[in-house]
């Protein structure tokens, strides 16, 4: 398959870079494909040791899912794959995906809304909370939901405060919140919906947002009700030294934490 832009019409792209039905890709720059990246990439290899068996009838959800391109890997591995996403702008890409990825093993399904409203869904084999749960600001009651939600297994990708601050972000000193200790992170100060649209990566109804420590994060996950609760490390590699010091992980304090029933 030929890897030819796509038309005028395509919405854009910020981020997901996967390949459509026709061969196209969303970002036909990018090196990499979604699917090989190593967000995507360490969840299926976790979730293939999981489910032996294969992903077929199992449900998943994919919380502020930005354009749908995990949503949709997922969808293409065999789940049934619904993505929420608040911001218009990023649905316009979810929707472009659902309209011109062509068939999928599982099904695939995005609903515009905020993922607050959880809940309204019913309950998941697997929820897939990467990149939104560092943009809220009571982290300790969302848990509460997405422990609520997630009839078997809980992959929570995210940033976490540590004792020195982390220098890749500007945040608060150190403080407590909902019981957990933690930093606050300015995110914006906007009220116009049109201009809130536009700050795609950013969050939504709250003006900053609360990261835990990473041990109140873990005693959190516990206190939830997840007996069996795991660290992820292999998406660092090749070099997980460096990664652990000062690269993803180190440096910019994001990790993998897995919740199982």
């Known amino acids: 398959m030929s ?19 026709d061969g196209s890709l969303t970002r036909p720059a990018d090196a990499t494909l979604l699917k090989d990246r190593p967000w995507f990439a360490s969840a299926r290899r976790m979730l293939e040791r999981l489910f032996p068996g294969g992903f077929d009838g199992l449900k998943l959800v994919d919380l502020g899912c930005l354009e749908g391109g995990m ?28 309209e011109n990825a062509g068939q999928t093993r ?15 869904y019913g309950q998941f084999d ?11 600001d009571d982290p300790r009651r969302y848990l509460d939901i997405l422990a609520k939600t997630a009839g078997q ?19 608060s000193d150190l403080t407590e919140h909902e ?20 700050l795609r990566w950013n969050s939504w109804s709250n003006r900053r947002s609360f990261w835990p420590m990473r041990p109140d994060l873990l005693q959190g996950l516990h206190e939830a009700g997840f007996p069996v609760i795991l660290e992820q490390y292999d ?8 990664g652990m010091t000062d690269g993803i992980y180190g440096g ?3 990790g993998i934490f897995w919740g199982l029933r």
């Open 3 to 21: 890897d030819k832009s796509l038309p005028a019409a395509t919405p854009d792209f910020t981020n997901h870079n996967v390949r459509l039905a």
């Open 71 to 98: 949503t949709l890997e997922f969808a293409r591995l065999g789940f049934d794959a619904l993505g929420i996403e608040v911001r218009e702008s990023n649905y316009a890409c979810c929707r472009y995906l659902q």
């Open 106 to 120: 599982g099904t695939l399904r995005f609903a515009h809304d905020d993922v607050w409203n959880l809940g309204r």
């Open 126 to 136: 697997v929820v897939f909370c990467c990149g939104v749960y560092y943009h809220l």
């Open 153 to 171: 297994v809980l992959i929570l990708n995210t940033h976490f405060a540590t004792e020195t601050p982390c220098s890749a972000f500007p945040l």
């Open 179 to 198: 019981g957990w200790q933690g930093r606050w992170l300015y995110e914006h100060d906007e009220e116009d919906s049109a201009r809130l649209d536009a």
């Open 235 to 242: 998406f660092l590699a090749p070099d997980i030294r460096k």
């Open 252 to 254: 910019k304090c994001r």
